[in-house]
């Protein structure tokens, strides 16, 4: 079962814009879309935005996320230092019946 | 305020087993998809089960498949996850996750435990 395609690592200077990609095939991402999740070392994830590309309850407006064919986005505007973690995509494959992960973006604010 | 709380990791050596629980507090677990995603030291997040609202359907990751078991008891507000024949390879920090569909939202992973380790080690 494929996952997800990120890149391992993105950095970007404060206050800077990051967009973050996930890529995957007409049926996980192209489907229903992804959902993104952000994670600190040693912490569990927390949901950033749903399927439809809502965000979840509490998350900053700095943060959204979007969805073209077979790739979808995550983009963070007015980078702060908190916001250096972890960036995962995840979406449920309806050929395979499998949710799948991206191998996750570790984003480095400078 | 809502809460998921794994247990049942621990040492267990290879070809052995191990059952998990995730209990639910401030809601009811019969309202959602339940998923168990786990993740091994340093490395991503891999999702290895769902299982839909009665816990009639089920659905694993082909790493899994035959070994593992979804199970839940709604009226105990409790998952369960029976791991058969431990690999090397299961060695991870397992979560269990409830899916949120309200509204418009096509779902989401909404709700994470902190985890409980599982370490396979002879």
């Known amino acids: 079962q494929a996952g997800l395609t990120q890149p391992p690592s993105v950095s970007k200077g404060l206050r800077q814009t990051a967009t973050l990609t996930c890529t995957g095939t007409?049926?996980?991402?192209?489907?229903?879309?992804p959902i993104w999740l952000q994670q600190y070392q040693g912490h569990p994830p927390k949901l950033l935005s749903y399927?439809?590309?809502n965000r979840s309850s509490g998350i900053s407006e700095r943060f959204s996320a979007s969805r073209s064919g077979n790739t979808a986005s995550l983009t963070i505007t007015g980078l702060q230092p908190e916001d250096e973690a972890d960036y995962y995509c995840?979406?449920?494959?309806?050929?395979?019946?499998?949710?799948?992960f991206g191998g996750g973006t570790k984003l480095t604010v400078l | 305020e809502l809460h998921l709380v794994e247990s049942g990791g621990g040492l267990v050596q290879p070809g052995g087993s191990l059952r998990l629980s995730c209990a639910a507090s401030?809601?009811?677990?019969?309202?959602?998809?339940m998923h168990w995603v786990r993740q091994a030291p340093g490395k991503g997040l891999e999702w290895i089960c769902y299982?839909?609202?009665?816990?009639?359907?089920?659905y694993y990751a082909d790493s899994v498949k035959g070994r593992f078991t979804f199970s839940r008891d709604n009226a105990k507000n409790s998952l369960y996850l029976q791991m058969n024949s431990l690999r090397a390879d299961d060695m991870a920090l397992y979560y269990c996750?409830?899916?949120?569909?309200?509204?418009?939202?096509?779902?989401?992973?909404?709700?994470w435990g902190q985890g409980t380790m599982v370490t396979v080690s002879s």
């Open positions: 996750t409830r899916e949120d569909k309200g509204g418009n939202t096509n779902g989401g992973f909404d709700i």
């Open positions: 401030g809601f009811a677990l019969s309202g959602f998809e």
């Open positions: 299982s839909s609202y009665s816990g009639s359907t089920v």
């Open positions: 007409r049926n996980n991402v192209g489907d229903h879309g």
């Open positions: 399927r439809n590309n």
């Open positions: 995840s979406a449920w494959d309806s050929s395979l019946s499998v949710w799948v």
